[in-house]
């Protein structure tokens, strides 16, 4: 029973993982198009998306002891 339980957990963690590249790569295309565009408002928001992504992935990976 704990192989299957590992094994939950092993595939939630890589949900979440796979879930912050798609938040962090939606980010930095909105920092692109927001700079080809001259769109002050993209740009930022592209940032602050960028910025709390790698945020919240130091921060998670300094929890879990790694």
Sequence with gaps: MTGNKERQEISVVGR?????ALVF???????????????HWK???GVI??????LIFRFCR???GE
């Design 49 to 54: 998306v960028v910025l709390a992504v790698i």
């Design 62 to 64: 300094r929890c879990r």
């Design 43 to 45: 740009t930022v928001l």
């Design 16 to 20: 979440l993982l796979s879930l912050e």
């Design 25 to 39: 790569v939606m980010g930095v295309a909105s920092l692109v198009y927001g700079l080809a565009t001259g769109t």
